[in-house]
């Protein structure tokens, strides 16, 4: 056991307790987690860095409103319904048409005006947030992904989650969703974690839950070897994000929308450490060579230039 | 710098701890170990009967303060009835009067007694009354011949006593035996026959019922035994054990040749015992000592407070030993439960019902719970009312529970009553989320979780030395603390972790 954990810790894995102690405690001031833990404050955040986001449609705040969201609702054929201060992705309803009066999830069920209802009522009184507090409902766009993903997802909306420590991207992942996760982007739900390096943006490994994959189990297409676009634009996006939020060690969700480009979904003050699976390496290296040969580096050009070229190299 | 603050925080913490603790171990003398626990006992009688709408009157022979119990408490229990108690020829008999019953009845009487350890010889007790045989003709002879016969083999009034004993238990066709005993003797007929036999040769002697204290639990029966007057004392002689003298496992209920429950206007009687040894370990006899020792020290320290909130802190003080562990189990095994404080909940209830009823009691609460409220999430009910319908669920559930158990006879069953309904309320709701959001292997994993910590916190919680450490050494709290606060930054890896990156390694 202990020798497991000598290696472990020989490449640089981050445990939960490291992360926790000497990551998110120290460079995670506790004033500014509202910022990406209201979905909200993140988005606006974002457009006043002119960052791009999906648009908001709509928000609702008190259990009165939810009777005229059908009414407000006519306008969108499809949308996202969310918590504002969900975690793990709960919550979250994909609605990609309409049938008569009904709506259409991403997995294809059907659901009813009242189901929809039901269901901004519970997120209103706190299921789905952190420890249960009251919280809204977000109406907006919903993400038509870039057709470089079209072979290796199903339902759902891949996502790109960029881990950005004092503003240097340290790791990067795709996410993939599946149909074990029912069209959601979280590893934990069974959707795909491809590693991705990030000099060039190229896809390297891939994990189902903890297996070894290299194919998408329900498309049976390769997810290595893909090239992301618009790679660079990506990174400087992500990169801005720690000025914006002022948090040290940081989780970026993108996604890539074939029109809009790159949107920022939502950012994480505690991102979780599966991306070490997906990329099969640990972050502590990486990590510690940044807090050793970086820290000065001041603008976001030169943090991803320097990312790109030196991360590649730690291992 | 952090952490040099830190550490220099805990030394601290640990060290004032430690030297407080070995100052009262080692200077003053405080007791590491547990006291002996004080022999105390709870002794139940249950009567049953049925009544048919005439007067009732039961009679209960119940025991009275001897040299060798004491009795703390005493309560009758029952419904509507009149309570008297008289001492009737030394016995002490309690009864329950009432004028119009009618079904089921029940009576309770409850004592709670100490065992006195005296040592003290048997009281002296003169002139006493030598009751005659009032054996005739044929019976006269052969009790006669019964008694020649163990007076050869006997030096004294007790081998005496035992040769009859021997006589009356040979399973020798005896003729003079059968004509006095009958066909299948009970065991107080042949106690009586001893006591006439001895009243030939003018010993005293007197036929006595109560029960045997022993270290086991349960149900337990009166027995019956006798007492022999030797040089002015009473001398017990049990003829199953053939234990003699002062018989002190022995609770006296009542002497004669009386029944112990006489009932009048009711039948079918049913008569339970149920004989239990406390397992509270008497604070009182504890502080007395510390007290007599250490008298200015004894001023500031917990066994001065009042004996209510003492026991309430004897548990309440048991909580960071508890908390400590689920510290331990969460962030450096890495198991996960619901709630971050819920196990240590439950396994203070654990307390009341015992681990095994406890888990048993708890799974069924929960599944049965659990199901209810997949039911609810059809009807689609906002999150307050249904947490609030939950809740009132489940406190129907515990009351069905406890009438079940009851009937059923599972005294444990009525102890669901101290689960803490609010945790058990929100478990439910989260392992309902976490069953539709995760799926049930997660729900039931976390739910296994919370069990095995609950458990292996009471097991923890409840020994008896570590109540007694922290009762009379709170300042290992101290170091508790500053070993908890010490785990606040251990960045190691959690044990299931290791498991879970294992695939990484093996590249």
Redesign the interface.
């Known amino acids: 056991?202990f020798g497991?954990?000598k290696?472990?810790?020989g490449?640089g894995?981050m445990?939960?307790?490291?992360r926790?102690?000497?990551y998110t405690l120290?460079y995670n001031p506790r004033k500014y987690y509202p910022l990406v833990d209201d979905k909200l404050r993140t988005k606006q955040l974002a457009i006043d860095a002119g960052i791009a986001v999906p648009e908001l449609y709509g928000v609702i705040e008190i259990?009165h409103q939810i009777r005229e969201l059908p009414e407000f609702l006519k306008k969108y054929s499809d949308f996202v319904l969310k918590p504002a201060q969900g975690t793990g992705g709960?919550g979250i309803e994909i609605i990609v048409g309409k049938v008569k009066s009904l709506y259409r999830k991403s997995n294809g069920h059907l659901v009813t005006e009242?189901?929809l209802q039901?269901h901004v009522?519970?997120i209103l009184?706190?299921?789905f947030s952190l420890g249960g507090h009251v919280d809204k409902a977000i109406i907006e766009y919903r993400v038509k992904f870039d057709p470089v993903f079209d072979a290796i997802s199903y339902q759902g909306v891949p996502d790109i989650r960029i881990i950005v420590f004092m503003g240097f991207p340290v790791m990067a992942m795709l996410r993939l969703p599946t149909q074990m996760s029912s069209g959601k982007a979280n590893l934990?739900?069974g959707a795909i974690g491809v590693g991705i390096d990030i000099a060039t943006g190229r896809t390297l490994n891939a994990v189902l839950k903890?297996d070894?994959i290299t194919e998408h189990p329900d498309t049976r297409n390769p997810v290595t070897g893909l090239e992301i676009p618009k790679w660079e634009e990506l990174l400087m996006i992500a990169a801005k994000c720690y000025e914006l939020t002022s948090l040290g060690y940081l989780g970026v969700d993108i996604v890539l929308d074939r029109v809009k480009g790159p949107l920022v979904l939502e950012m994480n003050a505690r991102p979780g450490l599966n991306i070490?699976?997906a990329n099969?390496?640990?972050f502590l290296h990486r990590l510690e060579f940044i807090q050793a040969n970086a820290i000065r580096l001041g603008s976001v050009f030169d943090r991803v230039a320097f990312s790109r070229k030196m991360l590649s190299r730690v291992h | 710098m952090l952490n040099r603050h830190l550490y220099i925080l805990c030394a601290t913490l640990f060290f004032a701890g430690l030297g407080l603790f070995l100052y009262k171990a080692v200077y003053l003398g405080f007791p590491l170990m547990p006291g002996q626990k004080t022999d105390v006992w709870e002794v139940e009688v249950k009567i049953n009967f049925s009544a048919s709408g005439r007067p009732v009157k039961a009679l209960l022979y119940v025991p009275r303060t001897s040299a060798d119990f004491s009795i703390i408490n005493e309560n009758f229990i029952s419904k509507g009835y009149g309570i008297s108690i008289s001492t009737v020829d030394g016995n002490r008999q309690v009864a329950w009067s009432i004028r119009n019953a009618r079904g089921q009845q029940t009576l309770y009487y409850h004592a709670t007694i100490e065992k006195m350890v005296t040592g003290e010889p048997p009281a002296t007790s003169k002139n006493v009354k030598l009751v005659p045989s009032e054996y005739e003709g044929a019976d006269l002879e052969a009790a006669t011949a019964i008694l020649l016969e163990a007076k050869q083999k006997s030096a004294d009034k007790i081998t005496l006593v035992m040769q009859l004993i021997d006589i009356i238990e040979s399973p020798a066709n005896n003729d003079n035996l059968s004509l006095l005993l009958g066909e299948n003797p009970s065991q107080q007929r042949k106690i009586e026959t001893i006591i006439r036999i001895l009243s030939l040769d003018e010993i005293p002697a007197r036929l006595v019922h109560g029960l045997h204290i022993s270290e086991q639990y349960g149900k337990s029966s009166p027995v019956s035994w006798l007492e022999v007057h030797v040089d002015e004392k009473w001398m017990g002689v049990e003829p199953v054990t053939r234990q003699t003298g002062k018989l002190s496992d022995y609770l006296v209920l009542w002497k004669g040749i009386d029944r112990m429950v006489n009932l009048t206007g009711g039948e079918n009687l049913n008569v339970a015992i149920n004989i239990k040894q406390s397992n509270v370990e008497s604070i009182t006899a504890a502080s007395t000592r510390e007290k007599s020792i250490h008298p200015t020290f004894w001023r500031h320290s917990l066994s001065n407070l009042p004996l209510d909130t003492q026991r309430v802190y004897s548990i309440l003080l048991t909580v960071p030993v508890g908390v400590f562990l689920l510290v331990l189990l969460r962030n450096i095994i890495g198991i996960k439960t619901f709630g971050t404080f819920m196990p240590i909940l439950i396994a203070m209830s654990f307390r009341e019902t015992q681990l095994i009823s406890g888990l048993i009691l708890f799974t069924i609460l929960i599944s049965a719970g659990l199901a209810i409220r997949f039911y609810l999430e059809k009807l689609k009910l906002l999150l307050v009312p249904r947490l609030a319908s939950v809740l009132i669920i489940v406190i129907l559930l515990m009351l069905l529970m406890s009438i079940l158990s009851h009937n059923l006879g599972i005294e444990s069953g009525l102890s669901v009553a101290l689960f803490p309904m609010v945790i058990i309320t929100m478990t439910i709701e989260r392992m309902s989320i976490v069953w539709e959001e995760r799926g049930p292997s997660e729900a039931i994993n976390q739910g296994i979780g919370s069990l095995a910590t609950a458990s292996i916190a009471f097991l923890i919680m409840s020994l008896g030395h570590v109540e007694h450490l922290v009762t009379v050494f709170p300042e290992v709290l101290f170091i508790l603390l500053s070993l908890t606060m010490l785990l606040g930054r251990y960045s190691g890896y959690r044990l299931l972790e290791i498991h879970r990156f294992k695939a990484l390694v093996s590249k």
Do not use: F, Y
């Open positions: 056991m497991l954990a290696k472990l810790s490449i894995i445990g939960i307790n490291k926790n102690c000497d120290v259990e709960d009242e189901q039901h009522s519970n009184n706190g299921l934990h739900k903890n070894v070490q699976i099969h390496m640990g």
